[in-house]
């Protein structure tokens, strides 16, 4: 038997024996900013279709979820930051190679966009809102007369943004189980699947309700096919990546992987929006409460398992 | 100009002299390090081979850490050395998240800091201080373009690899052996 051991003077804090520099912070912000961008895609798309009034509670009232939760995302973003004074170096540099460049001006661009897509719905929150200040009244109508772009404009960066926040990490060839391209899609399905949860929890139409249940379940299936190709490139791949896809088969984090985002995150919400989708009475929130469960989880086991996935020389 | 170092596993005895000196001349905090010393052992005993590597950042052509930089403060400078502007570092972790070679770490002070192959004595015609100290001089720095540098004619005498070229960074840390 070959043996080997390897001995390192290094103890560097945060690196090692694991990489640990990304703790809650960015798993956070990954899934909000997959959520907030899940759910204006779906409001952009349904209202560039026309469909307004079918799906109201999508268009009109979920959207004022996402700036909330983009702020909270970028101060969990901030609060990640080590040197916090020199943030602003992220707005005077453009870095196409770097997708956190990339990141941080496309939520230069959508963060606003939710903000204004907000304030043209604001009467259905509120029947009585008046802005008070004419200028603030002449810049609504300027939005209203073009949000059919704005609406595109919408479209267009929440995927940039909910593709993004896989891209992050699988542009890492560093760390093996974040370096495939699969996580992209993978984390755009489940930031959208997340959105329809949001509003399928929001909306009191029925029709509306049926739609999104029948969205979500479609979404599932794809985030299920994606996963299963995630472990079977791996398991094609290098040694390093099957060993990182080994700590999902068998490995630390099989358990937490398994049961908490693909049973309990998505084959029990999917089995329970198919039994209402039939004839059986099911709660709507308990399937949407697992789906952005099981969304969040995700992120977060990605994260953490991803820093702990390495080279070995 | 490319600057590489090349490191005698051979010669080297493990002694850490390197990392001292290193910690000493850049001012690293305490409990950190810019370069280490890796000790692999292999085989069945008694048939055993053991190696020393004086290991720091592989500077390499094809940086990670320099692409995933969101600001650009991550950056080749002369000689192809890559360095860390710390005026310009956010702190944000994607460098140290983006090296194979975990050659980064985030100073207490909140950048990221990381081995300058001493740029501040080369600069004066010095060689770096972990070069510099090397009891056993087993490690060698100099410009690769320059067919007569010490690095360059090591390396055309020793067999020599690098680590992790699989990753596909180009690294110019080279371990004679």
């Not at chain 1, 469909?51 to 009232?61: F, G, L, P, S, W």
């Not at chain 1, 060993?243 to 309990?264: E, Q």
Request: with cysteine; aromatic share 12%.
């Amino acid at each position: 038997m070959k043996e080997e051991l390897f001995v390192s003077g290094r103890w560097n804090h945060l690196v090692d024996p694991n990489l640990n520099i990304w703790h809650w912070q960015i798993p956070l912000y990954l899934f909000l900013g997959g959520m907030a961008a899940g759910i204006l895609c779906i409001a952009a798309l349904y209202y560039i279709r026309g469909r307004e009034n079918d799906y109201r509670t999508a268009v009109r009232i979920t959207p004022f979820l996402a700036p909330v939760l983009l702020v909270i995302g970028l101060i969990a973003l901030f609060i990640d930051l080590r040197h916090k004074l020199y943030f602003w170096q992220l707005y005077v540099n453009i870095r196409l190679q770097s997708p956190m460049s990339w990141g941080a001006w496309t939520l230069m661009v959508i963060t606003p966009v939710a903000f204004i897509w907000c304030a043209l719905h604001i009467r259905d929150l509120f029947p009585n809102w008046d802005w008070k200040y004419r200028w603030l009244k002449v810049t609504e109508e300027f939005f209203n007369r073009f949000k059919k772009p704005l609406a595109w404009v919408m479209l267009i960066y929440g995927i940039i943004l909910g593709i993004y926040t896989g891209i992050l990490l699988s542009a890492f060839n560093a760390r093996p189980l974040w370096n495939t391209s699969i996580l992209g899609p993978l984390f755009l399905t489940s930031g959208l699947s997340a959105g329809a949860a949001a509003t399928l929890i929001l909306s009191k139409n029925k029709e509306e309700r049926k739609q999104f249940a029948r969205i979500d379940l479609v979404l599932i299936g794809i985030e299920l096919f994606l996963i299963i190709h995630m472990f079977m490139g791996f398991m094609a791949s290098t040694q390093v990546q099957i060993d990182a896809a080994k700590m999902f088969l068998g490995g630390s984090f099989t358990v937490n992987f398994w049961i908490f985002v693909v049973i309990l995150g998505m084959i029990i919400p999917a089995i329970l929006e198919f039994m209402e989708l039939g004839k059986f009475h099911i709660p709507a929130v308990l399937p949407a409460v697992l789906v952005i469960f099981g969304s969040f989880m995700l992120r977060f086991i990605i994260v953490h398992a991803g820093q702990m996935s390495r080279w070995l020389y | 100009m490319r600057y590489a170092m090349a490191v005698d596993t051979k010669k080297c005895v493990g002694c850490s002299d390197c990392v001292v000196a290193c910690q000493t001349e850049n001012n690293v905090p305490i409990g950190y390090c810019r370069d280490w010393v890796v000790e692999t052992t292999d085989g069945t005993y008694p048939q055993l081979e053991m190696e020393l590597r004086s290991e720091r950042c592989n500077h390499c052509v094809n940086a990670p850490c320099v692409r995933c930089c969101p600001t650009g403060a991550s950056h080749f400078d002369e000689g192809g050395i890559v360095l860390v502007k710390q005026n310009k570092c956010i702190g944000c972790g994607a460098c140290i998240a983006s090296c194979p070679y975990d050659a980064r770490y985030p100073h207490p002070k909140g950048y990221v800091d990381k081995c300058t192959f001493c740029a501040h004595r080369l600069k004066e015609g010095m060689l770096p201080a972990c070069v510099s100290v090397c009891p056993t001089r087993c490690l060698y720095f100099g410009d690769l373009d320059d067919p007569s540098s010490s690095v360059s004619l090591v390396l055309k005498k020793r067999k020599h690899k690098v680590l992790i070229p699989e990753a596909g960074t180009n690294p110019q840390l080279y371990f004679l052996f």
